[in-house]
């Protein structure tokens, strides 16, 4: 049952939890295809969640500032590609949310140890603003907050666990937003991580 909890961001609880285990035996597979590193952000500091991507392209953060890059610096391979389930399942959100038409060319993969979260910023790198970004969350619970369009409005929270949806478009598209440190805790398929897989059309057009 999808909860709308502000315009043009649609919760889908647990509604990836059907497919989380075979979401994580990819993503392992994937992980060790293209392993995640500490991105430096453009202000200096290292992200406190190792990333990486597969698809076509992936988000790149460095001196130079952000971007989409087709190769990954780290191994100067081009990034895996993404498995048809992956972009099924995002196709299929993504629609459940009322977005049609996603055909996602990339995908993030954030993973959270104990003590790491993501400050609050806006994703504003990908080319059309109209597609929506799907994200999937595996592993221990986190508490996401979700902030206005601007930098100060106080955000809400919302608490992201195992198989959870999130679909961010319309509205919320351009919101700020983040993730509180991880707690400690112990999930019987990810052990001590969260990982988070977010669908992006970098640069396709909707
Ligand atoms: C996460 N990742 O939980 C989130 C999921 C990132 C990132 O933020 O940039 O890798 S995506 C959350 C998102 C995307 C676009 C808009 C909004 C949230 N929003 O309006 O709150 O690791
Ligand atoms: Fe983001």
Known sequence: LAQVFAP???YLPRAALANAAELWQETQRLLALTPTRHSMTK???YMASALTAIGSWGWVSDHKGYRYEAFNPETG???PAMPELFFQL???FAAEAGYSNFQPDSCVINDYVVGAGMGLHQDRDEADFQAPIVSISLGLPISFQFGGKARQDTPHRLLLSHGDVVVWGGESRLNFHGVLPLKTGYHPLLGTRRINLTFRMAYAHI
Request: no cysteine; hydrophobic share 50%.
């Open 43 to 45: 202000r200096g500091f």
């Open 77 to 79: 391979l081009p990034w």
């Open 90 to 92: 995002a196709q299929r």
């Open 8 to 10: 043009g961001a649609i």
